[in-house]
């Protein structure tokens, strides 16, 4: 029998929430396909379309841009030239570092986990799920089955959490599988997998990708056939939001576009790295995002000026809508708004379990140790 328990009040991710994304018969008694590779193509880019559409006042922010370089340049003209060249190294130093962090990140490009690999299922062979503090790491806790540790998802190093609530909670989903692990039930222990290679330089090129969604975000726009509906479930999150960044949110019903301002985009990109996000909360932020096409609906579940299934109507609204104008596709809406459902559900619990972690507590990540080597979730 698995055991795992519920500890000082920690409330588990609801084994059944996560059941009603999947699609595989786990039981089977065959291996898995291995999965193939997959060449990735860069897509074509239309650099005349961009220049046409770059406006052609700068704005304020490449004002302020070109005083801060003005500033820079005056202090380093003061330096010594020793002072000068100690500035010299460090920069190069730092940017060796960022080159090194950017070669091996691939979550930039939203793949949860590190890097794709093929492989077999892996068997579920264990009785038991528990959560144990790491050694000589204080605060971070690992998930062990039979009482060994396991690997963060295609990673040779164990899943740590700095966090025993979240460490849990990735127990739950160990503690679920049957048969062959299924990582689409594992939506927590996936982006804590993923949030154990995010470095901290590598967090402000997240931020950038938040504000694509910023700047065409789903909350702006409303179906003509059902804007009232929209409107009496959205305006809370609208007050909500113009009162706490002072920024006016856009109301388009139809075909039309938002006209962001340069200025608006720039004040909300600062106050994004003002809430000095550690690495799980960015990444349960950009996975949200990508799921609801927006960045004021995540924040504002995760704020509780909306409850989940609030947020869940609004994401699907419109999508609700056309289904029962035009019918449902069995295979393809069903499974869609279950992965949705299993991954935004994730996304909040974990924001919410995780926003008091300081960023310094993530700094020092537990590394690999010898009694894991059979335990490879991958």
Request: with cysteine; glycine share 4%; hydrophobic share 40%.
């Amino acid at each position: 029998m698995r055991s795992i328990l519920s500890r000082r009040g920690v409330t588990l991710l609801s084994a059944s929430a996560l059941r009603f994304s999947s699609t595989n018969d786990t039981s089977s008694s065959t291996i898995a396909p291995k999965r193939q590779k997959r060449k990735i193509v860069p897509p074509k880019v239309d650099t005349t379309q961009m220049m046409k559409e770059m406006p052609s006042d700068p704005g304020a922010h490449a004002r302020l841009s070109t005083e801060e370089l003005e500033r820079k340049v005056e202090e380093l003209s003061k330096l010594s030239p020793e002072e000068l060249e100690e500035v010299i190294r460090k920069l190069e130093s730092d940017e060796e570092e960022s080159s090194r962090v950017l070669a091996d990140d691939s979550i930039y490009q939203m793949d949860v986990s590190l890097k794709p690999r093929a492989s077999g299922a892996v068997r579920v062979f264990w009785k038991d799920v528990d959560v144990e503090e790491v050694k000589d790491y204080p605060g971070w806790y690992c998930v062990t089955v039979d009482g060994r540790k396991v690997k963060a998802f295609e990673s040779s190093n164990i899943l740590a959490v700095p966090s025993e609530a979240m460490a849990l909670c990735c127990a739950q989903e160990y503690a679920e599988q049957t048969g062959y692990i299924n990582k689409l039930l594992m939506p927590m222990s996936d982006m804590c997998s993923g949030a154990l290679h995010v470095a901290p330089q590598m967090i402000p090129p997240r931020i950038d990708y938040l504000m694509t969604f910023f700047q065409n975000d789903n909350l702006y726009f409303r179906s003509a056939a059902i804007a009232d509906e929209q409107d009496r479930m959205i305006q809370p999150i609208v007050d909500w939001f113009e009162a706490t960044y002072d920024i006016a949110v856009p109301r388009i019903v139809g075909i039309g576009y938002p006209n962001i301002t340069p200025h608006a985009v720039q004040k909300m990109r600062q106050h994004l790295l003002s809430l000095a996000m550690n690495p799980y909360q960015v990444v349960a932020f950009c996975v949200a995002a990508q799921f609801t096409s927006s960045l004021l609906l995540p924040l504002a579940m995760f704020n509780g000026v909306v409850d989940l299934p609030t947020g869940l109507r609004i994401n699907r609204a419109e999508e609700l809508h056309n289904i029962n104008e035009a019918g449902m596709i069995e295979g393809y809406h069903d499974i869609r708004e279950a992965d949705a459902v299993t991954k935004i559900c994730a996304c909040v619990t974990s924001w919410k379990i995780m926003k008091d972690v300081p960023l310094s507590k993530c700094l020092e990540v537990p590394r690999a140790s010898g009694d894991l080597d059979d335990v490879d979730a991958a």
